[in-house]
């Protein structure tokens, strides 16, 4: 199903290929094969006249995927808790010239994300894309996790996506188009670090994951996980801030260093587009090859 909207993917501009020109060239002229190039790009990766929602997109990857959607054309509605970096965030993205709006909710509070759902069909209608980046990383040696930190790991890190798939995943699938994107863990697939419900909620994510897929994917909705590798955020400050363990695990990649918000950009683009049409079900690890190790 073709986008809302058409138009140009914002902020960006083909390169002409190094092609020969006039007769007997071995290539097309050089305007034509950049006109070429754009318009075939575009038609993979523009997101004009999409509707994305990104949770926890006010800071760290979040604050990343909810940039790169909006540069590829993207309408993007973000929702976090923190007012100042919600304001912070979508006054960045306004700035490049995108589209954005922000929604302060606490995940936590199933009253209060639902009134975010309102919200979000009030700024710019029923999103096509949904990105679950919010987390919580509570972590105490197991014998030591209370009820409580237990069942905020699980509202916010499993319950969240899964409400917020309930909200917005049927209709995409009604439209025929739809995009669900879950930001899982390394922990999902293994423990280490005090895994605890940190683990088993990244765990369920990905488990939700496949099974939003079984649901949807029939429909046009493709739902895939990523699996980051290390990189230094609010959520993981303590072990950031220690250049000894930050080392060891620049070490433990093939690329040689820890990952940066940045990094997450392209999949995101990638798995929120038309490129990814026949991608869905699965976990993908960008994480420098830290996983394959």
Sequence with gaps: MPARGEGHVAGWRATAPLTGQGTGSLGRPRDTG???????????????????????GSSGIGRSM??????????????ARRLKALDEAA????????????????????ADLMRACLEVRATFGDPDILVNAAGVN???????LTLDQWDQSIQVNLTAPFLLGQEFGPAMAA???????NVASQQAVRAFGNSGSYGASKGGLVSLTRSQSEAWAAA?????????????TAMTSEVASDPVRAAALAARTMIGRNGRPSDFEGITVFL??????????????????????
Excluded: H
């Design 91 to 110: 006054a960045a993205i306004l700035s490049e010239g995108g589209t954005a709006g922000r929604v302060r909710a606490d995940l936590a509070d199933r």
């Design 138 to 144: 509570i972590r105490p040696p197991l014998a030591e």
């Design 175 to 181: 439209r025929g188009w739809g995009r669900i994107i």
């Design 34 to 56: 950049a006109v070429t190039q754009s318009k075939y790009l575009r038609g993979l990766f523009s997101l004009d006249g999409r509707v994305a929602v990104v949770t926890g």
């Design 272 to 293: 929120a587009s038309a490129a990814s049409d026949y991608v869905t079900g699965q976990l993908i690890c960008v994480d420098g090859g830290f996983s394959a190790m």
């Design 220 to 232: 046009g909705v493709c739902c895939n996980a990523i699996a980051p590798g290390f990189l230094a």
């Design 66 to 79: 909810a940039a790169a959607l909006a540069r590829a054309g993207a309408s993007v509605v973000i929702i």
